[in-house]
């Protein structure tokens, strides 16, 4: 298939003027994180090419080798162009003895520690593929040891995905190597995961940019590092959970000190601290950015306040005690003084954005007014680690207004509007209709309030989806924000907007079936299944339905008792006895081999791939009132 004609508009005046003007406030000369970045650099795959078990291309760098240039072209923020820059360095890396990393064959690293006998792997990556390249490119230059402990810093796909790659299970299940995560590790992670999976998986596609193809005017970077590809999930269940804050743990002759940080980038997480290796690993609580206080993917609120105290721990108890600290992301930062001058500002950072947006709450400004007036400290403002790439201050001031507050900012006006679609035919009525406001919004692009266009023809989409000329003025002024924008998620937001706005309207959109996240749908506990199953219910289809099932796991020895009542799927362990309907019998391997075929119960049940006895008509009704998501849901427009 040939690729879709590129459509992309050349940086209007007012934005090449913004970025030269944004130039001025930042040192450009400064050149240590290119310094850092590929210190201990020690060999690589070429090209940072993975391939799957076909010899297939899962993942490369190949595509970015226009970021190798110096100056940053005007459809690219110049900080921003720097930081992509930086996010091209791959391969194999020592940090200090012992500890080393792989960066760039997955967006977060993988992190390894040596052992007595074999070695640590902490975050395995987003997908299986990318984890085993990792560890063959580790072992071919430091020798092929034993994996003897896996570590999970937090509760995102992209830091345990990959288990599969670097363990067999069966190792984990037979306590031979211990699978560590912080308590609350596989809650969190089905929270965000799997329930909420379909749109925050849709909504990754504007944060990270995947769906856009790579080059000057489209994806450069996601931030955190690159998006590199695809590929197989492969989640190992934890076998050990950290429950303490401050548990000391001896793995493989490794002494670490477990330091938990709930509610900070993730619900589940945890800093390491090894005392032996005078080193601090900070999980994702300190990278090379500002991070998010909720990502615009969606997810629970991170609490900023917690956040800056856990970093203010960690630099009071470890950080005096260590010549080097890392993060699952990007570059480490070495030297004790550097180290610690790196950890107080992130502290600072989180702290002033949750101070100052309590400020202004209190002064009684919403969200919207407290982003347009609250500005970061000089020092702090002109540090790169400091700098909006991944979060953006306006982002995290929303995030802590509705943290304390919700997502209403107390005016009425808000509490009962319309939908998109009825605002947007009432605005574009008021507005003279479409032809008008269209004339209107073309005058305010050649000044470039671009930002302004956006409003005016999100309505106009909404309320006349079919109208291409708005579509296309649409898209065009979201590209110039892209261009502008400092923040990874930000320019990749607007300019996948701006592409999935450009398509024809008249050709319906593929649907894409999608019934959760479905490399960590096969491997969840069975009661974190049933509540994926529970989500998919269609409430008024289910109102009128009562119906008991026994949903027996033969070969874990538990039955779970399923009620379907007043439209709301419960599940518990127990059984229904005599008052079953019906009883569902099944063991993993058949639960894996449905879920991954993407198959519906009731047709695998007819099939005879599953035993079923007693009313098949309940059965039908239960699985008969299960939605299926589609994946491709529209975003811009209705």
């Known amino acids: 298939m040939a690729p879709a004609p590129d459509r992309s508009r050349p940086p209007h005046p007012e934005t090449a003027r913004l970025q030269d003007a944004f130039k001025l406030g930042l040192n450009f000369a400064d050149a240590a994180d290119f310094e850092d970045a590929k210190r201990g650099f020690i060999g690589t795959i070429p090209e940072g090419e993975v391939l799957n078990a076909k010899g297939q291309v899962v993942s490369t760098m190949r595509h970015l080798a226009f970021l190798q240039g110096d100056e940053a072209p005007a459809s690219v923020n110049p900080s921003l162009w720097r930081l992509a820059r930086l996010n091209t360095h791959h391969g194999l890396y020592k940090v200090t003895e012992r500890t080393y990393q792989v960066r760039g064959l997955d967006i977060a690293n993988i992190s390894f520690i040596e052992g007595d006998t074999g070695v640590i792997v902490i975050d ?51 306590g031979k190597v211990p699978v560590i995560a912080p308590a609350g590790f596989m809650d969190a992670l089905v929270g965000e995961s799997v329930l909420a999976g379909v749109p925050m998986m849709r909504r990754a596609g504007y944060q990270f940019g995947g769906g856009l193809p790579a080059g000057e005017r489209s994806y450069v970077d996601s931030g955190l590092g690159k998006v590199t590809g695809t590929g197989k999930m492969g989640l190992i269940p934890p076998t050990q959970l950290i429950s303490k804050t401050r548990e000391r743990h001896v793995i493989d002759g490794v002494e670490i000190v477990f330091q938990l940080t709930p509610g900070s980038e993730a619900p589940a997480e945890m800093h390491l601290f090894f005392p032996q290796l005078r080193a601090l690993n900070l999980a994702e609580n300190a990278c090379q950015l500002m991070h998010n206080l909720c990502p615009i993917r969606g997810a629970k609120t991170r609490d900023a306040l917690a956040w800056s105290q856990y970093l203010d721990e960690a630099l009071s108890e470890y950080v005096p005690h260590v010549d080097v600290v890392y993060a699952q992301h990007h570059w480490p930062v070495w030297g004790q003084e550097r180290a610690a001058t790196f950890v107080a500002d992130q502290r600072d950072m989180y702290r002033y954005l949750h101070d100052q947006t309590l400020r202004l709450m209190n002064h009684g400004l919403t969200p919207r007014e407290i982003a347009a007036e609250l500005m970061m400290p000089n020092a702090l403002s002109k540090r790169w680690h400091t700098r909006g790439y991944y979060g953006a201050v306006a982002h995290n001031v929303n995030a802590i207004y509705a943290h304390y507050l919700g997502p209403y900012d107390g005016n009425p006006a808000n509490l009962n509007r319309h939908t998109p679609v009825e605002e947007g035919k009432r605005y574009v009525a008021y507005m003279g209709g479409a032809d008008e406001l269209l004339r209107k919004a073309r005058e305010d692009f050649e000044r470039g309030d671009f930002r302004w266009v956006v409003q005016a023809m999100h309505h106009l989409v909404f309320a006349q989806p079919d109208y291409l ?21 930000w320019r990749n937001a607007y300019l996948l907007g701006a592409l999935e706005i450009r398509r024809d309207p008249a050709v319906p959109r593929a649907p894409r079936p999608m019934v959760g996240a479905m490399g960590m749908l096969s491997f969840l506990p069975t009661h974190q299944y049933l509540q994926h199953l529970a989500v998919r219910v269609n409430g008024p289809k289910a109102q009128d339905l009562q119906v008991r099932v026994d949903w027996v796991m033969r070969d874990e020895g538990k039955t779970y008792r399923l009620t379907l009542r007043n439209g709301a799927l419960t599940s518990i362990v127990g059984s229904h006895g005599e008052q079953a309907d019906a009883v569902l019998r099944l063991d ?51």
């Open 124 to 174: 395995p990556a987003t997908y299986t593929e990318a984890a085993r390249a990792a560890l063959e490119l580790y072992r071919s230059h430091r020798g092929d040891r034993p994996v003897t402990g896996l570590i999970y810093t937090h509760s995102h796909n992209d830091h345990c995905g990959g288990a599969r790659g670097v363990l067999d299970e069966r190792d984990a299940v037979s």
């Open 469 to 489: 000329p708005g579509r296309e003025l649409l898209a065009d002024a979201m590209e110039q924000l892209g261009y502008q924008a400092e923040s990874s998620t």
């Open 588 to 638: 993993r391997a058949t639960l894996i081999a449905v879920v991954e075929a993407r198959s519906d119960f009731m047709a695998a049940i007819d099939a005879g791939k599953l035993e079923a006895s007693g009313n098949r008509d309940a059965l039908r009704q239960l699985f008969g009132c299960m939605d299926t998501f589609d994946f491709n849901f529209n975003i811009v427009e209705p």
